[in-house]
């Protein structure tokens, strides 16, 4: 497909997380990942676990994108203790969480997050048996029947009987159409909603991660000032401290900050606030002693970074992606704009 034959001129530019297969179906006994994948107390909620690709939970309910689900192992007891909140009994104190196991010593099913409280439902001499209900995207999920996993497939998005095509291979680069009924376009896999792309609507493929894409899309928005003149966004004045406090309700906010350039990166699977393989700047705000902060990257911007020197001065302007990750607690931004500050210590 040649997208100049499709879509008109642009002025703005914009690149975000769609699900690729369509999400959802009910009457269903269990769901396979498909992808490393969040596992959260309510639909885009706080995250209980980071589950394992090959990971089989059992349905609860769902709905047209999400999967309620019952996540099921063995964790060391020594990382837990007993805590009764909420009808729960055990909760996970581990610093930096634990792996839930399919047996004792066994492979890993999730990673748990430290303070997720968890529902004992057996015990082993120096195990514990735990459940938790919880959400997980539907996108990153297959439904397993319980005659054979031959008949694996994705989830629809349309409810019960709702015929799935294969899924269809994708790299950077290629273009995809989304469906009839429009996709969400989300700022991460699982993330917060920033729009809906209509249905034929043709988008560009920067990155994959297994069920998710990044796309790009390009249109017309219209921005009048009282001039008539095209605004831009201006940035709020706003900490890391302070992102960290209200992460959720921060999310999609400008900053503008001054940052001392660490280093370039590329993220591993477990960050699983980025795509896998996703560049990032490491810095520090406020200089050698201040916080981190994690600085996404475009991947057609890499370019531009490559050149930074280590403890070198940026200012930065960029949109919050997360006040708190996941792993870390550190601050994530897209970056918009980036400038060397010359001369400075």
Known sequence: MNPSSVLPSFVSVF????????????????????ATENFRREPNGPILAVVAPGAVLPVASRDARWVEADLTGWVWGASTQA????????????RGGENLRLEPSGSIVARLQEGTLLE??????????????????????????????????????????TEVADPVEVRPGDFVTTPPEGADILTAPGGRPLGRASGATDLEIVQ??????????????????????????????????????????????????????????????????FFQGEPYLLTRYGGSDGPFIYVAVPPERVAEVEGLVPLERISVTGRVRSGASAMTGTPIIDLLSLERIRGGG
């Open 208 to 273: 994959t991660d297994g069920s998710w894409a990044r796309v790009r899309v390009e249109g017309w928005v219209w921005l009048p000032t009282a001039d008539g003149r095209s605004g831009g966004i201006d940035p709020v004045p706003l900490t890391p401290s302070e992102l960290a406090e209200e992460p959720q309700r921060n999310r999609g906010r400008v900053v503008a900050w001054t940052l001392q350039f660490i280093s370039l990166e590329k993220a591993q699977a477990v960050r699983t606030d």
């Open 15 to 34: 690149t975000a997380a769609i699900c690729l297969l369509p999400c959802g179906a009910t009457g269903q006994e269990a769901v396979r990942a498909t």
């Open 83 to 94: 805590d009764a909140r909420a009808g729960f009994d055990v909760v996970v104190s581990a």
């Open 120 to 161: 004992e439902v057996d015990r082993r001499p120096g195990w514990i048996r735990v459940r938790r209900r919880g959400w997980i995207w539907g996108g990153s999920v297959a439904v397993v029947t319980p005659t054979t996993e031959a008949t694996e497939r994705p989830l629809p998005a349309a409810g019960p009987g």
